[in-house]
């Protein structure tokens, strides 16, 4: 697809920045209130976490579920989520999102601050992973960054997808893929696709709650 390179490059930034990744959880008291607020969600059961990253929001999923399984694909950010996270219930897993299955279903599916970095096109395949990995009334809960954090990054034009410049502290500079969900459009993207969805605005982010389609899987 069009946006093989940009999603190589996307991935080759989180590898390389692995161990800058935590920084903004250190400096920003949004994302404190907002990993605070994983306590007040609706989570149980088996849960999926999806791009988990350096295992942020692992520990509080563990504190919550009956078991967690936690997927990235960069080894290096994966290698720091095991360090951080003790919990015998959690299994770690390296896969590329845009092509692994579950092989099984899930009563939470969790992902944070990773729906912004899926290109649009591949949106409908992405919910369509979510809703096959759900067991029957599971539901999907997410949070990312909404139109307000565009502000932040040094967004990109004429590229195959919504995209930004990320730089490292090493003067290195990568593409990622960085789309700016409106609330009320991704309801109603959603919604479209045969989700029934709440999403509220925290802040400058929004915290989403979905249920699949009464025919998924």
């Avoid at 849960?47 to 694909?73: F, K, M, N, Y």
């Avoid at 995209?163 to 502290?169: M, N, V």
């Avoid at 500079?173 to 925290?202: E, N």
């Amino acid at each position: 697809m069009d946006d093989d390179a940009l999603l190589a490059e996307q991935m080759a930034y989180y590898r390389a920045g692995a161990a800058e990744y935590d920084r903004p959880y250190a400096e920003r008291e949004e994302l404190k209130r907002l990993l605070a607020a994983v306590d007040e969600l609706p989570i149980a059961g088996d849960v999926l976490e999806l791009a988990c990253g350096t295992g942020q929001w692992t520990p509080r999923l563990a504190a919550r579920a009956r078991s967690v399984t936690a997927v990235d694909a960069a080894a290096e950010v994966l290698a720091l989520a095991r360090a951080r996270t003790a919990s015998p219930t959690v299994r770690f897993l390296e896969a590329d999102l845009f092509s692994w299955r579950p092989p099984r279903r899930y009563d939470t599916v969790f992902f944070a601050f990773w729906l912004s970095h899926v290109p649009p096109t591949r949106l409908p395949d992405f919910w369509n992973t979510v809703a096959a990995a759900l067991a029957p009334g599971g539901r999907a809960i997410f949070i990312d960054d909404g139109p307000a954090a565009a502000a932040e990054e040094e967004v990109l034009a004429n590229q195959p997808a919504p995209a930004a410049l990320r730089r490292l502290d090493d003067g290195s500079q990568y593409r990622i893929v960085k789309v700016f969900h409106d609330v009320r459009t991704l309801t109603d993207d959603l919604t479209a696709l045969g989700w029934s969805v709440r999403i509220r605005p925290v802040a400058g982010n929004f915290i989403g709650i979905a249920e699949p389609p009464a025919t998924a899987g």
